[in-house]
């Protein structure tokens, strides 16, 4: 029964497509990431809900729209994909984000790999 | 401007040895500090952590050194296993900046038979 799980595990779609990434987790936390893994293999946070409340959103294309319709799901949606935005994509959780550090374990879905031809 | 370093994208040692994985940051705001391990065509999994407040935790095989003046930590396994054999990914966060977690890039652990 996986804790945090996101969909599909791999995304191959042409450039100027729309798609969109689901992230679900069933451990009850409140605060839920989404991470870019880039060429360098460098986690950079895209963005961050806690109770479906835009925490922490990092510079990133308008082009990415988050979306949150209850505290366990923080889909990803992106509009008009370059070949740029070819990355592995990770959907993480934590307890509390703004209960400190130590609720700050964040715990990862499994990535998805998108490929922009 | 990478504020988390981890400048070694690889290191081999034998099974049964002791693996010392380091990183370095630059923020002296960082209070708090995680190491997370990462198999490929998976997540990251959270293996341990440390608070500023501290300059050492230990969770059985695994112990992770911080020193502040230096800005450096440093996490050591022992025994090590060939399940260890993973990327390791050390992060730092700050209570200023909301706790966002800053990543260094990782380093390669292979652990030799």
């Known amino acids: 029964d996986t804790a945090v799980s996101q969909t599909p595990k791999y995304l191959v779609t042409q450039m100027g497509n729309d798609k969109s990434i689901k992230c679900e987790q069933n451990?009850?936390?409140?605060?839920m990431y989404w991470y870019k893994q880039d060429s360098k293999k460098f986690l950079k946070i895209m963005f961050s809900?806690?109770?479906?409340?835009?925490?922490i959103n990092e510079t990133v294309p308008n082009r990415f729209s988050p979306k949150s319709p209850d505290k366990a799901h923080l889909n990803l949606h992106i509009n008009s994909l370059e070949l740029g935005d070819s990355a592995v994509y990770f959907c993480?959780?934590?307890?509390?984000?703004?209960?400190?550090?130590?609720?700050?374990?964040?715990?990862f879905g499994a990535g998805t790999r998108l490929s922009v031809l | 401007d990478q504020q988390v370093k981890q400048n070694s994208p690889s290191l081999s040692v034998q099974e049964g040895r002791i693996s010392i994985l380091n990183c370095d940051y630059t923020?002296?705001?960082?209070?708090?500090f995680l190491w997370y391990k990462k198999y490929p065509a998976e997540g990251p999994t959270f293996l341990i952590s440390?608070?500023?407040i501290k300059d050492k935790n230990e969770d059985g095989r695994f112990t992770v050194f911080l020193n502040k003046s230096a800005k450096h930590l440093s996490l050591h396994i022992v025994p090590s296993q060939p399940g260890d054999s993973a990327v390791y990914f050390c992060?730092?966060?700050?209570?200023?900046?909301?706790?966002?977690?800053?990543w260094g890039a990782g380093t390669k652990l292979i652990i030799k038979p």
């Open positions: 993480a959780s934590s307890q509390d984000l703004l209960a400190g550090a130590g609720k700050n374990i964040q715990y």
């Open positions: 451990l009850g936390h409140d605060t």
């Open positions: 809900y806690n109770n479906k409340e835009l925490i």
């Open positions: 923020n002296s705001m960082f209070d708090y």
């Open positions: 440390i608070s500023s």
């Open positions: 992060a730092a966060s700050a209570m200023d900046s909301n706790y966002q977690l800053i």
